[in-house]
Nanobody, 125 residues
Framework: QLQASGGGLVQAGGFLRLSCAAS????????VGWFRQAPGKERELVAA????????YYADFVKGRFTISRDNAKNSAYLQMNSLKPDDTAVYYC????????????????????WGQGTLVTVSS
């Protein structure tokens, strides 16, 4: 199971830190992704991180503003979001891909077997 938290209302230019707590499985063997879905839009990948945390991927629209990280000892992943914009308003989901392979991260929604319930981020202008 995955539990996302940390969303809320913030003014443009502000910051939030999202957390994803995992339970019931080998989190250390899971690549993690953060996705978001804005009203009326498709779900999209924001960032992804490898099992060890050594490799990361960012969508162009968040590069330089967001940072993905993880702490396997705490079975948790994080998304630090800085310089937030109104366009960042969305429900944010964490997802995990359990794998024993060498692919560092995954970018497609269909690659992820486990999903959290989502946390709403609202950025006011």
């Amino acid at each position: 199971q995955l539990q996302a938290s940390g969303g809320g209302l913030v003014q443009a230019g502000g910051f939030l830190r999202l957390s994803c707590a995992a339970s019931g499985g080998p989190f250390f063997a899971s690549a993690v992704g953060w996705f978001r879905q804005a009203p009326g839009k498709e779900r999209e990948l924001v960032a992804a991180i490898s099992k060890s945390g050594s490799t990361t991927y960012y969508a162009d629209f968040v590069k330089g503003r967001f940072t993905i990280s993880r702490d396997n000892a705490k079975n948790s992943a994080y998304l630090q979001m800085n310089s937030l914009k109104p366009d960042d308003t969305a429900v944010y989901y964490c997802a995990a891909h359990l794998t024993w392979g060498s692919t560092p991260y995954y970018t497609r929604i269909v690659d992820y077997q486990y999903w959290g319930q989502g946390t709403l981020v609202t950025v006011s202008s």
